[in-house]
């Protein structure tokens, strides 16, 4: 089946650092990559929708410039944390629009711990 | 907009069976997702339904009725390993989006 890559699992950093997370499909093109958070014992949540050469669409609360989607290829979104603080701490989780023709169309990467000190 | 109901939290015994509820409330309906989360980890697809009924998959069921705004999914023969948080979602936006909306999630822990 399709298979997403999400790296790093784990990240720890210093509270004003930026941190990168990758979300890559291995075996299919996804046009249409998606990024959640999800804090504890709560439900994820959508961040925004990353468009392969276009601009993200960020939902209602969701600050651009602090959470900087990069979509440049048909493989690769990127989720970057800019100047992350404490309340950053999450779990990141990306997931890219498969359209395999089956309903799991939804392919989820195994998801980032963030930890910011 | 979209809302999803499900349960907090549900406790069963290993071997039984366990229905887990979702009501939700959609503008337009394209199908009903359950996904499986264990902690700590990523979702893991269970059931897609469109249409009204019962689908049985191996020892998961998902049922739905769109015109109650109601699904469930249903364990038999329960193992501790299905101890995770059951996810119930719904896209939402048009048909062939998979931007989800996600319900808050039960978490079910299986005893022995």
């Known amino acids: 089946g399709a298979v997403v890559s999400q790296h790093p699992s784990r990240v720890i950093c210093k509270s004003g650092t930026s941190v990168k997370i990758e979300c890559r499909s291995l075996?299919?093109?996804?046009?249409?990559m998606f990024w959640y958070r999800q804090f504890p014992k709560k439900s994820l949540m959508l961040m925004a929708t990353s468009n392969e050469g276009s601009k993200a669409t960020y939902e209602q609360g969701v600050e651009k410039d602090k959470f900087l989607i990069n979509h440049a290829s048909l493989t690769l979104s990127t989720l970057t944390v800019t100047s992350a603080h404490p309340e950053d701490s999450s779990f990141y989780i990306c997931?890219?629009?498969?359209?395999?023709?089956?309903?799991?169309?939804?392919?989820f990467g195994s998801g980032t711990q963030l930890s910011v000190l | 907009g979209q809302n999803i109901d499900q349960p907090t939290e549900m406790t069963a015994t290993e071997g039984a069976i366990v229905q887990i509820n979702c009501t939700y409330q959609t503008s337009g309906f394209n199908g009903l997702f359950w996904y499986q989360q264990h902690a700590g980890e990523a979702p893991t697809f269970l059931s897609y339904n469109v249409l009204d009924g019962l689908e049985e998959k191996g020892r998961f069921s998902s049922f739905l009725s769109r015109s109650k705004g109601y699904s469930y999914l249903l364990l038999k023969e329960l193992q501790m390993k299905d101890s995770a948080s059951y996810l119930c979602?719904?896209?939402?936006?048009?048909?062939?989006?998979?931007?989800?909306?996600f319900g808050k999630g039960t978490k079910l822990s299986v005893i022995p």
């Open positions: 075996d299919f093109q996804a046009t249409t």
């Open positions: 979602a719904a896209p939402s936006s048009g048909a062939g989006s998979y931007q989800l909306t």
């Open positions: 997931s890219a629009d498969g359209r395999t023709g089956r309903h799991e169309k939804l392919f």
